[in-house]
């Protein structure tokens, strides 16, 4: 209602908002006196919110009645499934009512009736034609009683996302006409309330109804034209659906008698209310009077110093919150300049070139949330500075670095020296036990949902940091300090540079791509004799297996064929099979890559900014989402295509460094074994190697099938394949597989001694370590579980190795981004990692350039010296003017 010269009255669904408050706030909030606040406290901010945010004339207080309804009487069963209320909260109801009434502020209550029927009924009411309505509650059965003068406040969640909602709005939200919300409910029924509806009859079936009935008599009419299956739910079941469409209509025609006089916010009792507020303890609440009633202004005298004892005494987190405004600004300098140790947090958000809504900022016993848009670049920096000093507490790095730059202070440089971060110190600490470092904040969750206010969100996970931080020790201590907290800020840097994406190369490749699959389609609807959605894999299979009788069709779970790519490799002969697997590349390209690529490309920068997450892989390995840099297939020409779109800057050029076969050098690091050794240190390759030996043959005799099938041994070794795994990869007996194994084994005996060593000592140790410190728990290794036991060993042999390879390759970009800063600030960026490559972007078109071919002699020896190992360490570097298209650089 913008714009609207109307006067303005607030009705208030009490009950709803009370009862969100007390699942939204910790159940510690107790003022001085042990008494429990949080219903109370969370009950007046969303209050003061409404009054701050609306700017009504007048304000009604609707409470839900004290017994029996006239519901009750209509159906005994009415919320029959609702648990009794928490006591807490009952304990707290007639504070807030006591609360509003000392204040001046009507609680209104109509015996036998719901506030929602009340409220319902004030807004259709002759008492009120000259206000615009706004109902304010958590419940969207209010929008039943929208219309042109009456509109639903709608608490969000969290409730800074609370929104105003018109006629046309709340259509939206719901997904259908509001008009038609009672007999919505009549016909699937309402859980909450115990409203029945009609048995069977759910979301998706009553939206269908009500779309083309308008009633349930039209409904029932017309029994014949519904689709059988809905029309059998319905018959018999009328009285059902009659019976839940009285209980869910709100009343608006009860007839309530007001003087209207006696609601005006002119009558409200301020200095009553501050008195309340003082009771309870809600020195923020207290302030922000004065932006509801400017005559009340509060000095800063009002506040007290910092008293650390008042958490445990009074067995609370924090004994003050408060949004920063300019006013506050000093206030809270003051506070922070006295603390040794600061936690910022804020919730983050997708887009990492906005900053978020809210900063938070706590010590101990207090917290503050900063809005965005509030302090200059001045005020930023005239804070930030304070902090440089302090010990700064923060859940995510990272994140902070995007904050920082996004508020343009400091040049875009991260400016704490002294910092701890909590989620990848927790990240260490639980040696893969925890893989979603997040549950710190459920720790601190009351109910889902958390919060109505996002800044009670911001106060409570914020002042948890203190405190939180679980300090690594021995070899994880130098991991967190000298790695994993240097790297947070490169993949920082790294996702703000991004890596530019061809639009044009990228939309020709899709054009490309669907009239292939075009062409696809009709061939495979040739060869099945008719059209079907070869996307199903049910009706995939009857076409195959049935009406094609391809023979040794394997049955599913649910009955039908398997269609999975290793039943049709069965049949590659067939020519329908090659279609459809190049079908299914082909569509997965397309729905996975090309249009997710296009949506990820920012409008401002025109590069797609992947986010490089370090604390989610167990073995440290850093993944890319949003989109997944790191897993576009290769192996094909198609897949190719997708890397040629990446291209860099107009005039610049990619260049990338690759460590060899990392894993299999650590592998002979680490078990010692001789003959791998030796092949590393003569320069052999190594899958010809191994090849020569598990096929008895010369190196010279190998063929490329022989060793392409070498190449699969050796790293499924690595991952401690089993015989069946490595069979279902090369596609040949288990027992063959077997034998490969077997070979490798003798062909390097210290690599089967090293497994059985570090699998027997993890048992003991009760975890397994990478050459940087970084350990995996072992529990599992005792499992009587068969499965589970041999799945805990093949991560046990594994992450020494992975591991200790993604340790090598973060140390590798730590070092590679010092020489930047000393050598090539103006030439290169670092923009991508992917697995064990590092890729570049840098300022030049030529590859024969000095200063490349210097930068890559460079990086590439930081990269060889990164960690000293008994054989060689080789990285290859390339250079090119798109990501399929890197020819090796040879002159350096």
């Not at 969303?46 to 017994?67: H, N, R, W, Y």
């Not at 008042?310 to 000093?330: A, D, P, R, V, W």
């Not at 804070?383 to 508020?407: E, V, W």
């Amino acid at each position: 209602m913008e714009g609207s010269k109307r006067k303005i009255i607030v009705l208030v669904d009490s009950n709803a908002l009370a009862h969100r408050a007390f699942h939204a706030y910790p159940p510690e909030l107790m003022n001085s006196k042990g008494e429990h606040t949080n219903a109370i406290f969370g009950y007046f901010t969303m209050l003061v919110q409404t009054l701050i945010t609306l700017k009504p004339e007048s304000i009604i207080c609707v409470f839900d009645a004290p017994g029996r309804t006239f519901r009750d009487d209509m159906y005994e069963k009415y919320k029959a499934n609702r648990p009794e209320m928490d006591a807490s909260l009952a304990e707290q109801i007639p504070k807030i009512i006591n609360t509003l009434r000392n204040a001046n502020i009507h609680a209104l209550s109509i015996p036998t009736f719901e506030a929602d029927d009340v409220i319902g009924s004030l807004s259709k009411s002759e008492h009120l034609t000259q206000y615009d309505k706004v109902i304010v509650t958590g419940d969207r059965d209010l929008f039943q009683v929208i219309d042109d003068n009456t509109s639903v406040y709608l608490a969000g969640n969290p409730f800074s996302n609370s929104h105003l909602f018109n006629k046309e709005q709340a259509s939206e939200k719901m997904g259908f006409d509001i008009s038609n919300i009672i007999l919505f409910k009549a016909l699937k029924g309402d859980p909450s309330d115990n409203i029945p509806g009609v048995p069977g009859i759910g979301d998706v079936s009553a939206i269908n109804l009500i779309k083309d009935y308008k009633s349930l008599d039209e409904i029932y009419k017309s029994l014949d034209q519904i689709k059988p299956s809905i029309s059998k739910k319905l018959q018999g079941n009328r009285e059902i659906a009659e019976l839940s469409y009285r209980l869910a209509e709100i009343k608006t025609d009860e007839d309530i008698h007001i003087d209207i006089d006696n609601f005006d916010m002119d009558k409200i009792n301020f200095d009553s209310l501050i008195k309340e507020f003082e009771h309870f303890g809600f020195r923020t609440l207290i302030k922000k009077i004065e932006k509801i009633n400017p005559a009340h202004k509060f000095p800063l005298e009002t506040f007290p110093a910092i008293q650390t004892e008042l958490i445990t005494e009074h067995n609370s987190k924090y004994q003050m919150q408060e949004i920063i405004n300019e006013t506050g600004f000093n206030e809270m300098l003051m506070i922070l300049k006295e603390a040794e140790n600061v936690a910022i947090f804020a919730e983050e958000i997708s887009d990492k070139f906005i900053p978020p809504e809210f900063i938070g900022f706590a010590v101990n016993g207090y917290s503050f949330v900063v809005k965005n848009g509030v302090f200059g670049k001045a005020s930023w920096e005239k804070l930030l500075n304070l902090l440089k000093a302090k010990i700064i507490y923060t859940y995510n790095s990272k994140y902070l670095y995007h904050i920082l730059a996004n508020l343009g202070v400091f040049g875009g440089r991260f400016p704490f020296t002294q910092y701890e971060d909590i989620m990848l110190s927790r990240f260490i600490t639980s040696m893969g036990t925890q893989k979603d470092p997040s549950s710190l904040f459920n720790e601190t969750a009351n109910a889902p949902q958390q919060s109505l206010f996002i800044e009670s969100v911001i106060y409570d996970k914020t002042y948890s940091l203190l405190g939180s931080f679980i300090k690594p020790e021995g070899k994880m201590f130098d991991l967190y300090n000298g790695i994993e907290k240097p790297i947070a800020l490169i993949l920082g840097k790294m996702e703000r540079a991004g890596v530019r994406l061809d639009r044009n190369k990228i939309l020709q490749f899709k054009s490309e791509l669907e009239e292939n699959i075009g062409t696809l389609t009709k061939e495979i609807y040739k060869d099945a004799g008719e059209e079907f959605n070869i996307s199903s894999p049910k009706q995939l299979g009857a076409i195959l297996f049935q009406k094609l009788g391809i023979k040794t069709g394997k049955k599913n779970k649910s009955g039908g064929f398997s269609t999975n790519e290793k039943y049709l490799l069965d049949h590659i002969n067939n020519p329908i099979i090659p279609k459809i697997l190049s079908y299914r590349e082909l569509s997965k390209l397309n729905s996975t890559y090309t249009n997710a690529l296009i949506e990820q490309i920012n409008p401002k920068t025109n590069r797609i900014h992947s986010n490089f997450n370090q604390a989610v892989a167990v073995t440290g390995r850093l993944s890319s989402t949003e989109p997944n840099l790191q897993n576009i297939p290769t192996s094909t020409d198609w897949g190719l295509r997708i890397k040629k779109a990446f291209v860099p800057s107009d005039n610049k050029l990619f260049v990338s460094f690759d460590y060899s076969q990392q894993e299999l050098r650590l592998l002979a690091e680490f078990s010692g074994d001789k003959n791998l050794i030796k092949a590393f240190n003569s320069g052999f390759d190594i899958h010809a190697y191994t090849a020569s030996r598990i096929f008895n043959i010369d190196m010279q005799d190998v063929d490329s099938n022989q060793r392409r099938t070498a190449k699969t041994v050796n790293f499924g070794v690595v991952y401690g394949i089993s015989a069946y795994g490595l069979a279902s990869r090369l596609k040949i007996p288990t027992g063959e597989a077997q034998d490969y194994i077997d070979r490798f084994y003798t062909s390097y005996p210290g690599v089967l001694k090293y497994f059985k060593n570090i699998t027997q000592n993890a048992t003991m140790d009760g975890f397994v370590e990478t050459v940087f410190g970084r350990r995996r728990k072992t529990d599992l290794l005792t499992s009587s579980n068969y499965q589970v036991r041999s799945a805990a060993e093949r991560e046990t042999i594994n992450f020494p190795l992975q591991g200790s390879a993604s340790d090598i390759i973060k140390k590798a970009m730590i070092d590679a981004d010092k020489i930047i800063a000393e050598k090539y600030k103006n030439f290169a960026i670092m923009i991508l990692q992917v697995h064990d490559e590092i890729i570049f972007e840098v300022d030049t078109n030529k590859a024969s350039d000095k200063r490349l071919l210097e930068f890559a002699r460079d990086i590439r020896q930081v990269m060889i010296d990164g960690v000293k190992l008994g054989v060689p360490m080789l990285v290859d570097a390339k250079c090119g003017s798109d990501w399929a298209d890197l020819k090796k650089l040879t002159n350096i």
